[in-house]
C-alpha cells in the first residue's frame, strides 16, 4: 500500500504519535496534497518531514506550528519502522483484490496464501495497519 492510501490518522496510530505530533503529520499530509506531492513510501515521508521542518517558519501562518522536535520524534519513528521491515508493506504497486482473485488456464480458481508469520510476531502494529 502507499503512505497515502494509509492516510494520518492510521499512520499516527501505528507510529505511536502524540496529540501534537498527530497534528503535525496531518499537516504535513495535507501540504503534500497542497503542492501536488505523492506519498508513496516511508522515504517520501521521510523527505517530506525533512522538507516541512526546513520550512516550518514559512509554513507556519497557513498550516500552524510545525514543531521540529515533533518532527524529529516522527522520524525516529519512522526508523523503527523501518527496521520491523516497513519497506515491504509501503510502497508502489499497491495491492489489489482483484490481483489476487485469479484463473489458470483451465479456468479453475487460483488460491493465494499470505504468510505472515513474521510479520505477526516481529511487527504486529504493521501487520494491523496491513490488515487495514
Known sequence: MTVS???PLLLARLLDLNDTQT???????KIADDEGL?????????S?????GENASAL???YGNLSTTSIAAMQRSLL???????DLVFGEPALELKDLM????DGRGVINILDATTLITEASHL????LV
Open 5 to 7: 492510501e494509509m492516510g
Open 23 to 29: 497534528g503535525v503529520l496531518y499537516a504535513t499530509f
Open 38 to 46: 505523492l506519498l508513496l513510501d516511508m522515504a517520501d515521508l521521510r
Open 48 to 52: 517530506m518531514l525533512l522538507w516541512v
Open 60 to 62: 507556519k501562518l497557513k
Open 80 to 86: 523503527v519502522l523501518d527496521e520491523q521491515g516497513a
Open 102 to 105: 485469479t484463473c489458470a488456464e
Open 127 to 130: 501487520y494491523a495497519c496491513f
